[in-house]
């Protein structure tokens, strides 16, 4: 069994991340009381974890292009590269489901005072900057350590915008406004443990897959050039 | 062991030297840029005084090997290990790295300033006079001729009294006048500097050269 | 110290370069008084004077992204960048002399801009100058890290804006608050922490942009 696990780890990443999706959400749609919101709470609980996911790949692209720079691992560009385009996915998820929960609770599909979702709308603004940097500048050590260093800044940049759209409120708008995050009795918080798990472990299967990719990519660009 | 040179216009003693610790050492040394292959597998060594002469057509990786050597960029792959410290090093490149609107006289000041060169203004005034500049050393380097650019070129990569001299092309432009002071002046840097001279027309440099490297 | 002599070298090369050349100072005055008269047409009849104040932040946003992206030209041209990055001085002193530049570039198109806008739109008060003082900071050093960066790319007058506007929107809520509110010191404070937390990242990290 074990060695079966060792050989084909990716298999078994995808396997388990699977097994987590279907389970959370029998778990939320059969396990979790309903609150008073009612249904649409429940796509809170994929709604946060998605975001919480997509901080996680924010940040282990940040790790990665620490080690661009400082190791000079030139390996780490690509897992950097891929990380962050993964949290780009799972950050454009967020802004939909944070967009669809507004929805059913507010009425419009955007709102401002929603702290996550502005800040989202930022880092996926700055992220999608990322990749127009890297798609601008010839492949190379140039880029890597040009990539390296924005998405340090983008690290950076995260509790610098928190604070700042907090700030801002207080002049865009000065209505009080009520705060969504509930506070989870046992059976919400087990769901909602679940369903950050799930999404992890899917950010973690993809991030894997692309990788492989990628790298295969680079491989067989490198083969070409060395028949040339 | 020692090796023989003659300087160039026949008139220097002939001179023994030994080789003790390379300046250049280059083993496998590759370049890609993305799917680019530019260099493959060069390797050389180069003495304290010795001249390497780089040859190839265009677009054989000539000007890549050099900004290699400058430390302007990093290989592939293979070793390249070049013992001077950056501000030992002077560069020739294609561009004259000079700005169009300050004078002569100011791009170099600057440049004395950033590799902190003793008697900066005494040394300036001595190489603009050799290069024939100094009558247009308070006239911006955007008045100057092809030719005139090149020189101060060539001051800028000589100002800091480099032990390891890189240059892509360092005739291109130049009027004959030119030609023959840099001729001067690579005859007298020989026994005391390294060079990684690139070039299209390898004649004239020729007899300088210790060792010659073809570049496909 | 060799360090500052440095960066007060290409500093005064900048100040130099400009004074020949005369174009980005000149382009940046008449950019931002031209916004500004497109602000009187912008904003409706019954809008706040809190409004303008708001707006004079993008103004000065804008302006400086004009001056930001000719900050590299002179070195791009002529292939200058590898001379100072070959010379042996700290390539980060590279940064902090051409950021000092920028921000008094900056500086300069603000001493024309502020008493303009006062003129057109009303008060400028205290707090609203030292939030620009403390903005000019922040934007001067980020955006010559990011200059620096669009310079080694292909599109690089698209690319500057880009790169530039997320990371300059807390310094706007930084700016803007401390203009309209009641309570200008915590956003004073917070732009301060702004300037410091980036300046040293941009000051560290500089190194890394220019070379391989």
Request: charged share 20%; hydrophobic share 50%.
């Amino acid at each position: 069994m074990s060695t079966w696990l060792r050989n084909n780890r990716l298999a078994a990443l995808a396997a388990l991340a699977f097994a987590l999706i279907t389970a959370s959400i029998a778990l939320v749609f059969f396990y979790a009381p309903v609150d008073s919101d009612g249904l649409n709470q429940k796509i809170f609980y994929f709604h946060v974890g998605i975001a919480l996911t997509a901080y996680a790949c924010f940040a282990w692209g940040g790790w990665k292009a620490l080690r661009v720079l400082w190791k000079g691992e030139e390996s780490a560009d690509l897992e950097s590269y891929v990380a962050i385009h993964q949290g780009v996915i799972f950050g454009a998820l967020t802004l939909v489901t944070g967009s669809i929960w507004a929805r059913y609770r507010w009425g419009h599909w955007w709102e401002w005072h929603e702290d996550q979702l502005v800040l989202f709308l930022v880092l996926f603004l700055f992220y999608a900057a990322y990749f127009m940097l890297r798609f601008s500048v010839p492949a190379g050590p140039r880029r890597a350590n040009l990539s390296a260093v924005y998405a340090l800044f983008g690290v950076a940049l995260v509790p610098v915008s928190i604070l700042a759209i907090r700030l801002s409120e207080r002049f865009i708008h000065p209505v009080a406004f009520d705060r969504h995050g509930p506070n989870m009795a046992g059976s919400q918080f087990f769901t909602f443990c679940v369903s950050l798990a799930a999404m992890l472990t899917l950010a973690a299967t993809l991030y894997h897959v692309e990788l492989a990719g990628k790298r295969i990519d680079v491989r067989l660009r490198e083969l070409r050039e060395a028949l040339r | 062991m020692g090796r023989r040179r003659r300087s160039c216009t026949g008139y220097g003693p002939l001179v023994l030297r030994d080789y003790s610790g390379m300046v250049i050492r280059a083993r496998g040394v590759e370049k890609r840029y993305g799917d680019k292959r530019v260099l493959r597998g060069v390797g050389f060594d180069l003495a304290r005084d010795g001249f390497l002469l780089v040859t190839g057509p265009n677009g054989s990786g000539k000007t890549t090997l050099l900004r290699l050597c400058a430390g302007l960029a990093i290989p592939t792959a293979g070793e390249l290990d070049v013992t001077p410290e950056r501000g030992r090093i002077g560069y020739l490149a294609h561009e004259s790295l000079v700005y169009r609107e300050l004078t002569a006289l100011e791009n170099l000041d600057l440049y004395g300033r950033l590799y902190r060169v003793a008697e900066r203004r005494e040394r300036i005034g001595m190489l603009l006079e050799r290069f024939g500049l100094w009558d247009a050393r308070h006239e911006r380097a955007d008045s100057y001729s092809r030719g005139m650019l090149q020189r101060l070129a060539l001051c800028r990569a000589l100002l800091h009294d480099p032990e390891l001299l890189v240059l892509d092309e360092p005739y291109s432009g130049l009027d004959e006048e030119g030609a023959l002071l840099l001729d001067r002046e690579l005859d007298e840097r020989r026994p005391s500097s390294a060079f990684v001279v690139a070039t299209h027309d390898p004649a004239r440099i020729e007899l300088f050269a210790t060792s010659k490297l073809a570049l496909a | 110290m060799m360090y500052l002599a440095d960066v007060g070298a290409l500093a005064r090369k900048d100040l130099r370069l400009e004074l020949r050349a005369r174009d980005t100072l000149p382009a940046m005055l008449l950019f931002v008084l031209s916004t500004l008269v497109v602000f009187h047409f912008v904003l409706p009849g019954d809008s706040s004077e809190l409004a303008a104040k708001g707006l004079l932040w993008v103004a000065i946003v804008f302006t400086a992204l004009l001056g930001l992206s000719r900050a590299f030209a002179a070195e791009r041209e002529q292939g200058v960048i590898d001379g100072l990055v070959l010379a042996p001085s700290d390539r980060s002193a590279i940064w902090l002399g051409k950021a000092l530049s920028v921000l008094a570039f900056l500086a300069l198109a603000e001493v024309v801009a502020l008493p303009a806008f006062a003129l057109f739109f009303g008060g400028i008060g205290g707090p609203m100058i030292a939030g620009i003082v403390l903005a000019d900071i922040g934007i001067a050093s980020v955006g010559t890290l990011l200059a620096a960066m669009a310079a080694a790319s292909r599109a690089r007058e698209l690319l500057l804006p880009l790169l530039f506007l997320p990371l300059a929107i807390p310094i706007i809520v930084g700016g803007v608050g401390a203009s309209v509110t009641s309570d200008p010191a915590r956003y004073l404070g917070f732009l301060g922490l702004y300037d410091a937390l980036f300046a040293i990242i941009c000051w560290a990290s500089f190194e890394y942009v220019v070379t391989e």
